[in-house]
């Protein structure tokens, strides 16, 4: 891209004129130094890709006042919508976080002693059905790979995984009760 000499001279005098009392507008409404600067220079690297003609400008400062007021309301439109994710991820954090307490605190020690635990565990891998417990305790109780589960049950690999994904939701279900034992044992 070839810049003519006037053209630098037309841009320098505009960014000299303009970019202070521009930065400063900016950061009345974005807050941040950094951001209103990311935004002045955005505006001029724009102009300066366009090789816009500054002196067939009628109003120039209208015209920087428009793309900077323009810029401005975008970059906070961008702003509450980011922040509304992280209020919504924030807020959902927060739930998970009271029922995991709740959870925890209506643990009672007396009522779940060791030989209870392991019949409720036992129960519950009981309850899968025979291809799927078959391929979950080789998993997790016999500590076998995947693929080493696929090569002894001539099976595909996609089959295991399918397999354990059946498991886990139906053991998910079935100790929903006891969703401490699903978490401690299982994941």
Not at 63 to 72: G, T, V
Not at 85 to 93: F, K, L, M, P, R
Not at 99 to 114: M, V, Y
């Amino acid at each position: 891209m070839q810049v003519s000499t006037e053209y630098k001279v037309q841009f320098e005098g505009t960014y000299v004129s303009y970019y202070a009392r521009m930065k400063r507008f900016a950061r009345q409404y974005v807050i941040c130094e950094e951001d209103a600067e990311n935004i002045v220079q955005d505006i001029f690297f724009e102009l300066w890709e366009k090789q816009l003609e500054f002196t067939s400008l009628v109003n120039l400062s209208g015209f920087l006042f428009m793309m900077l007021k323009n810029r401005c309301i975008d970059f906070l439109r961008r702003k509450t919508l980011e922040q509304h994710a992280v209020d919504e991820i924030q807020s959902e954090y927060i739930r998970t976080l009271k029922l995991k307490f709740e959870s925890l605190e209506a643990l009672d020690n007396k009522l779940l002693n060791e030989t209870d635990i392991d019949t409720i565990i036992h129960n519950a891998i009981d309850s899968l059905p025979e291809r799927c417990r078959e391929i979950f305790v080789m998993n997790k109780i016999e500590g076998k790979k995947q693929k080493v589960i696929a090569q002894e049950l001539n099976i595909s690999i996609h089959t295991v995984e399918s397999q354990m994904a059946i498991a886990y939701k139906k053991l998910k279900e079935a100790l929903k009760d006891y969703t401490f034992l699903f978490l401690f044992f299982f994941i």
